[in-house]
């Protein structure tokens, strides 16, 4: 009877320390994707319904802006949407403004401002343009 018992205990316990990690991933297949000349994560993103961080995660990419022809990525498709903050604020970017200029005049970080715009190089703005600012009661 112990014969019978300990193969069940083992396969419970294998179950409960393998099923979070498949719990984690994403539901769909991977796609893998190589990369065009003038491809940018955030269009590859579009593409695949998700999101630049998702994809610069799951490959290791440390710096969103730096992917190049030629490189493979693996993407999980699926619909991300981004939490939204309980309110926002939006503002049309002046002539001299800079993010970090417009993120001191409101009091966020210039990481929120640029994540909740789909913002990667920070020095990238330009006047006329309408930003959505966070403003987290």
């Known amino acids: ?23 984690s991933q994403p539901a769909s297949a991977p796609v893998y994707y190589r ?7 955030t269009s590859i993103a579009w593409r695949y319904c998700t999101s630049p961080w998702a994809i610069a995660r799951w490959n290791g990419i440390p710096d969103p802006n730096k992917i190049y022809a030629g490189q493979i990525l693996v993407i999980y498709p699926g619909c991300y949407y981004p939490p939204q903050p309980p309110c926002v604020t939006v503002h049309y970017v002046s002539y001299g ?24 190089n920070l020095n990238l703005i330009y006047v006329g343009q309408r930003l959505l600012i966070p403003c987290w009661n």
């Open 97 to 120: 403004e800079t993010l970090l200029s417009i993120a001191r005049m409101y009091g966020v970080s210039v990481w929120e401002i640029a994540r909740l715009n789909g913002i990667f």
């Open 35 to 41: 990369v065009r000349w003038g491809d940018t994560l």
């Open 1 to 23: 009877m112990k014969k019978f018992w300990f193969p069940l205990l083992l396969i419970a316990a294998l179950g409960v320390l393998v099923l979070p990690a498949y719990a």
